[in-house]
């Protein structure tokens, strides 16, 4: 798989997935030395940089560096503020390893980026859950509900949130 990533980005410089592909197989192999490399390398391209930024935050994570991954996430977000791939990923690493209320504003980002993704709305609306906000909470599991009706987990996401609001304020809501 590294010689046909390689392949490919030697063909198409400019193309993302190839780049992040390359990177997750170096990962994979414990190569994180030649990743740091390759970040490095994409980051000194203005057409990569992004990219660069996204392989340097998944080498600290694999180093169990998340502060430092939440850095050069934050890093790529703000380089590139509507790209919907870097927020996701630090959607993701906050919601799973940093601040409650760091993941809310992440996340109030990414579903005004991407107003139909509800795992988006469910990780939203979790957030504000763990943050004791129970009101906003029941209120963005419902749209991530609304938006995947199926979802089992946010089914009992959305009754958690309206167990933290007791007796009185869940007949309203139900």
Aim: glycine residues 6%.
């Amino acid at each position: 798989a590294e010689t046909e990533w390689r392949m490919i980005v030697a063909a198409y410089p400019g193309y993302r997935s190839g780049w992040r592909g390359l990177g997750q197989v170096l990962l994979k192999q414990n190569r994180a030395g030649e990743v740091r490399e390759l970040a490095e390398k994409l980051q000194a391209d203005a057409r990569t940089k992004t990219d660069g930024r996204l392989l340097s935050a998944r080498v600290a994570e694999s180093e169990q560096a998340f502060d430092k991954a939440i850095r050069a996430l934050q890093k790529a977000a703000s380089d590139s503020p509507d790209d919907l791939d870097v927020h996701h990923e630090l959607c993701r690493l906050l919601f799973e390893r940093g601040l409650p209320t760091d993941a809310v504003a992440a996340l109030e980002r990414l579903v005004e980026l991407d107003p139909s993704d509800a795992a988006a709305w469910h990780n939203l609306g979790t957030a504000h859950l763990r943050c004791g906000n129970y009101e906003r909470a029941v209120a963005l599991l419902r749209e991530s509900l609304r938006l995947r009706p199926e979802s089992l987990h946010t089914r009992q996401e959305l009754e958690r949130a309206l167990d933290q609001l007791g007796p009185s304020t869940v007949k309203h809501h139900r």
